[in-house]
């Protein structure tokens, strides 16, 4: 992953974050997994990809997009998610 492609899920990953935080509405959540989805090698970090699209597919199942994320276990799994992925991908930058 090359340092433009970092920043850029950096910045995905810290918007949804904040978006989960600040419990936004589904609609922002959704929209920046998918920025970030978008940022990630799909052969280096296809597990993220596949666990981000998990996420994106179950929100649009169990909520409207204008909503926020109700159920408080929901949103803290997400959360939890998030700092995960923030770990991985770290990790795996700095092999």
Same mark, same amino acid.
């Not at 990953?13 to 600040?22: K, N, P, R, S």
């Not at 296809?46 to 409207?64: A, C, G, Q, T």
């Not at 939890?80 to 770990?87: A, G, M, N, S």
């Given at each position: 992953?090359?340092l433009?492609?970092?920043?850029?899920?950096?910045r995905?990953?810290?918007?949804?974050?904040?978006?989960?935080?600040?419990?936004?509405?589904?609609y922002?959540?959704?929209?920046?997994? $998918?920025?970030?989805?978008?940022?990630? !090698?799909?052969?280096?970090?296809?597990?993220?990809?596949?666990? =981000?699209? %998990? /996420?994106?597919?179950?929100?649009?199942?169990y909520? $409207?997009?204008?909503e926020?994320?109700? !159920?408080p276990?929901?949103?803290?799994?997400?959360?939890?998610? =998030?700092k %995960? /992925?923030v770990?991985?991908?770290?990790d795996?930058?700095?092999?």
């Amino acid at each position: 992953m090359d340092l433009i492609k970092a920043f850029e899920a950096g910045r995905f990953l810290q918007a949804a974050y904040i978006a989960c935080l600040d419990n936004k509405n589904v609609y922002t959540i959704v929209e920046n997994l $998918k920025g970030l989805m978008e940022t990630l !090698d799909p052969d280096e970090f296809s597990d993220v990809r596949k666990h =981000i699209s %998990d /996420w994106i597919e179950f929100l649009n199942k169990y909520y $409207k997009m204008y909503e926020s994320i109700k !159920d408080p276990e929901d949103r803290n799994a997400l959360i939890e998610d =998030i700092k %995960d /992925w923030v770990k991985i991908i770290k990790d795996r930058l700095l092999r």
